[in-house]
Each structure stands twice: as structure tokens, then as C-alpha cells.
């Protein structure tokens, strides 16, 4: 029995690669393969659909496009979190369990919801189509979940550090700068990386606030699809390089992206 | 932890108050101007009280969505956490494994999620995709863009594909901040796996868990973008879920009043299932 025990995670991950390889696979393949033959590899293996992608400026500057509002609503996300997490832990205050919950309910609304009044919303303020309209757009989900995982990170940090530095005559800005904010550096990179994910993974808002300028990767795809309908080569190409940027990142916080699905409260 | 009570905190909180404020109350406002009234473009608007409200409640279209909708996260909810539960309990405990484990695992986690409904678009083709190919070479008459049943099929194994790692990731957590001396004792009282996993992994598991079924209750409830791109709603309507339902009417046909009326009473039923959890969750929490 406990021989077999590591079967079910290969077995799981298998299950998991599956689809991926078969993407990477038709991303090799030229569009005509892929609708005339049935293979478990390329027959003729081509880079021709990566190249339209790296070469064609309507593909890459989608990458270009999604990588900079995503950077710009994690920055935005963690920097307006973090001193609103630490209020949270500490302190009460007038109205902060109906706040907290009113930030949570935020995380909770189905985007669906919000795709038609945030179009109109963005439209009147002149903003639509610009990458600081989907940055701030996302800040709706990424900020209650970057103030909910900061918050479980900061209360487990003792209070007594915070007491230690006042005796020692620190004033408050410069404990929180020079010695809480080091002190939790691995929250913040674990807060970071959910808010780059959270972002990155979604479209409906995204596709919604933008048409051209700051058109998100993923956007250029789903056009793809209805238009020429069958370019299915290119597709599964640039689907293939959109997993990438997480593929890098995971990497980086492997053993502590469990403890930030639980919010910091494991 | 004991917190000082200090109102200034709330010069803390105005910036995430203010951002999230600036995404939420407008857009949410103009969803209940449109919920209450009859417009016909212009700025020009009728008042129609709870109408369009009552239009939805007895709609039998609303009420099918919404049964689809709690079918299906039943169903994922069912069969994710105890699977995730199952995994985390046989993954590796230390050593080169861990590692491999937790970044292969994560990564359906980290996939644009149209992308995750193209991959699965092409994967499940009858024709051209390897699950399609398969199931048919074996016989079954598999086809879900035309057959209802295997079109839940493949949402439902898409979404297990995509999200049961974050249940096994929480799950895992959970089990590694037992402390070994637990386990010792248990061997020594011969205690039986059943028994183990019963009082000693399963109450140390509740709080991720609690958690685990918050995430995967809201954000099934709120799916759209990978059945959206898999199955377009179909065949006819039976993969249309709430929100691709609501984007229908919505930006489709243009009825705003009811589509607007039908946000709202989505977004309380999130709302309240969400309440009951949280509250739960932070009786956890006191209780520690």
C-alpha cells in the first residue's frame, strides 16, 4: 500500500500535463496538420506560428500590453494594501469589521456583473482603452485579496516588535519602513505574486475596457478565433507563451504559494 | 491579538477605501438605475419599480440558470475537495518531490483562463483533440459540442482539471503544519489510518478547508470565460451558466432592466452563502 502512495500525484500530474502537451504539440504544427491529420507529435515540426507571433506586431504588443497593466496593478495593489493590512491587524477602529467585509464582498462579485456599468463608467471618464483603466479595474478583486493575505501575514508577526522599536525612539514611519516592512518581505513577495496571477489569468474585464491600445493578449486570441476561425496553429502558439510568465514566477515562490492560497492564516 | 483602539488607523485604510470605492460604488449604482427603471438611451429613464424584478423571479430561464449553476458547483465542489484531500494526503512529505510537485501542480492555476478553455476547446475535439480522438476510438459516441451530457462532462473535468490543485495546495499546507510528535503518538496508541486521518489530520485541516470551499464556492459561482470559450453556452443553452446567461441579455439582446435586476439578485446570493462562510471562518479563527 505505502509502496504505491506516490502513483496518485504522478498519476494527477499526468492528468494535468495532458492538455498543456497537446497544446504545445499543435502549437508545432502547421494549421493544415492540425485539421487534416491526427498525431500524437508533429509530423513537420515548424516554428512558423511562434515567428508570426514574435514578428507581428497585432500578437506581441498583446504580451507587451498585458504585461504592463498587470505590473502596474500589482505595484498599485500592494502598495495601497499594505498599510491598510497592518490598520486591520492592529488597530480597532469605527466600522473595520464592516469595512473588511465590505472589501471581501468586492472579491465576491462576479465580474459579469460589473463588465456593462465599468464600460460606461471608463467611458465617461475618458479612460477606456488605456492600460491604467484594466490596472485600476482589476484593484476591485486584487486589493481586498492582497489586504486579506497581508492582514494573516502581519498578524503573525508579534506585537511586541512593534512596541520594542517605539521604546527604542523610533517614530512610526521609520519602523514601518526600516523594520516591519523587511520583517514581512516574504508576505509582500507572496502578495505580489497572487496579485500578478489574479490579473494575468483574467479577461472578461480586461477584453471589456479595452479595444486597441491596451488590447491584453489574451483579447488578440479570442479574436482570433471568431474571425479567421481557424488559425488554430497560431493560437495554440500563443496560448503556449501566455503560460510562461507564470511558469517563471511560480517558480520563485514554490514553498510559500500554499500559505497565500490560505490567505496567510495557515 | 489584542488591538488598540485607535481611529486614526483609518487614515490607513482611505487609499484601498478610495480605489476600491472608485471600481465599486459607481458601477454598482448605474446597475441599480438600470434595475428600477426603463431606458431607451439619451439619459432618458422611467421609473418601473421592482418590475424587471419580478420579471426574473418568475422566469423560468433565470430559474434554469440558476439551477445549472448550483448543479454544477455542487457537483465540482463534490468531487474537488475530496480528491484534493485524497492527493495532498499521498504527495511526498519532504525531498526533491515536494518541490516538482508543488510547481507542476500549480500550474493550471496560472493559465489566462480563456486560454485554459481554448486548450481544453482543442483537447476535446472529436476529430483533432487527443480526449475527443480517444473516447471515440474506444467506442463512446462522444461529442460535446453537440450532446448535452458529454458537454457537462467536459466543463465539469475542465474545471477539475484547472482548480482541484488549489484544494491540494491548501489541503497540503494544512497536513505539513502537523507536528510529527501527533503522528508518534498515534503509532504508539495503534491507531488506525482511518482514525488518524479522522482526529488528527481532518481538524487540523478545517480552517484551509473552510477556506478552500470559500474560494471554490465563489469563484464557480462566478465562472464564465472557460465554458464561455469551451462550450459558448451550448449546445442550445445547457452549459449556460449564470453569468454567461447574464452576459447574454445583457450586452446581447440589450435588456438592461432585467439583466440588471438579475445582477443584483446573483450578486446577493453570492453575497449571502459568502456571509455564512466568513462568519465561520472567523469562529475559527477566535477559537484558536
Not at chain 1, 512558423?48 to 505590473?71: A, H, K, M, R
Not at chain 2, 485604510?13 to 434595475?35: C, W
Not at chain 2, 439619451?42 to 440558476?66: C, D, P, Y
Amino acid at each position: 500500500m505505502k509502496k504505491f502512495k506516490w502513483l496518485v500525484p504522478t498519476v494527477y500530474i499526468l492528468f494535468l500535463m495532458l492538455p498543456i502537451y497537446w497544446l504545445l504539440n499543435m502549437s508545432f504544427k502547421t494549421t493544415t496538420e492540425i485539421i487534416n491529420t491526427y498525431s500524437l507529435w508533429p509530423q513537420k515540426f515548424t516554428f512558423e506560428n511562434y515567428i508570426t507571433i514574435f514578428t507581428d506586431s497585432t500578437w506581441y504588443t498583446g504580451y507587451l500590453n498585458s504585461i504592463y497593466y498587470v505590473v502596474m496593478n500589482t505595484i498599485l495593489s500592494v502598495a495601497a494594501a499594505l498599510p491598510a493590512a497592518y490598520a486591520f491587524s492592529r488597530y480597532k477602529f469605527l466600522g473595520d469589521k464592516h469595512l473588511f467585509f465590505w472589501l471581501l464582498t468586492n472579491r465576491m462579485a462576479p465580474p459579469a456583473v460589473f463588465a456593462l456599468p465599468f464600460f460606461q463608467f471608463y467611458s465617461s471618464i475618458n479612460l477606456f482603452d488605456t492600460h491604467v483603466a484594466v490596472a485600476l479595474s482589476h484593484c476591485l478583486f486584487n486589493i481586498p485579496l492582497a489586504v486579506w493575505i497581508l492582514e494573516g501575514f502581519i498578524s503573525a508577526v508579534p506585537k511586541e516588535l512593534d512596541e520594542t522599536a517605539y521604546v527604542d525612539g523610533y517614530s512610526f514611519w521609520r519602523f514601518f519602513i526600516r523594520i516591519f516592512i523587511p520583517t514581512i518581505v516574504a508576505g509582500i513577495g507572496i502578495t505580489m505574486f497572487f496579485c500578478f496571477m489574479f490579473s494575468w489569468v483574467e479577461l472578461l474585464l480586461a477584453k471589456t475596457l479595452t479595444a486597441v491600445a491596451a488590447k491584453p493578449i489574451a483579447a488578440t486570441m479570442t479574436r482570433t478565433v471568431s474571425t479567421s476561425g481557424y488559425e488554430l496553429g497560431l493560437l495554440a502558439a500563443a496560448g503556449s507563451l501566455t503560460i510562461i510568465p507564470g511558469a517563471i514566477v511560480i517558480y520563485f515562490v514554490r514553498n510559500y504559494i500554499a500559505k497565500g492560497f490560505a490567505l496567510g492564516r495557515v | 491579538m489584542n488591538k488598540t483602539i485607535n481611529q486614526k488607523a483609518w487614515f490607513f485604510v482611505i487609499p484601498v477605501f478610495i480605489l476600491v470605492a472608485f471600481n465599486a460604488v459607481v458601477p454598482l449604482m448605474t446597475v441599480v438605475n438600470y434595475a428600477f427603471q426603463e431606458t431607451f438611451g439619451n439619459n432618458v429613464f422611467m421609473w418601473e419599480g421592482t418590475r424587471w424584478f419580478k420579471q426574473i423571479l418568475r422566469s423560468e430561464r433565470f430559474h434554469a440558470a440558476l439551477g445549472r449553476q448550483f448543479l454544477f458547483t455542487g457537483i465540482i465542489l463534490l468531487i474537488q475537495i475530496p480528491l484534493g484531500i485524497a492527493i495532498a494526503l499521498s504527495m511526498p512529505k519532504k525531498g526533491i518531490g515536494v518541490p516538482i510537485c508543488l510547481v507542476l501542480m500549480s500550474m493550471p492555476l496560472l493559465i489566462p483562463w480563456n486560454v485554459v478553455g481554448a486548450m481544453w476547446n482543442i483537447f476535446a475535439l472529436p476529430e483533432i483533440g487527443f480526449l475527443g480522438h480517444t473516447l471515440n476510438d474506444l467506442g463512446f459516441d462522444y461529442n460535446f459540442t453537440q450532446q448535452i451530457g458529454d458537454a457537462w462532462f467536459t466543463t465539469i473535468l475542465m474545471d477539475v482539471w484547472h482548480w482541484t490543485s488549489l484544494v491540494v495546495l491548501l489541503s497540503y499546507a494544512g497536513l505539513q503544519s502537523i507536528q510529527p510528535a501527533y503522528y508518534q503518538a498515534a503509532e504508539i496508541d495503534g491507531a488506525s489510518k482511518w482514525a488518524i486521518f479522522r482526529h488528527i489530520e481532518l481538524p487540523k485541516m478545517k480552517k484551509v478547508l473552510t477556506i478552500a470551499i470559500l474560494l471554490r464556492f465563489m469563484d464557480s459561482f462566478m465562472i464564465y470565460t472557460e465554458p464561455f470559450v469551451l462550450t459558448g453556452g451550448g449546445p442550445g443553452n445547457a452549459t449556460a451558466f449564470l453569468s454567461i446567461d447574464l452576459v447574454k441579455m445583457a450586452l446581447g439582446q440589450f435588456d438592461l432592466g432585467p439583466a440588471a435586476a438579475m445582477s443584483l439578485i446573483y450578486f446577493f446570493i453570492v453575497l449571502l452563502v459568502c456571509w455564512i462562510f466568513y462568519n465561520l471562518m472567523m469562529r475559527n479563527e477566535e477559537q484558536k
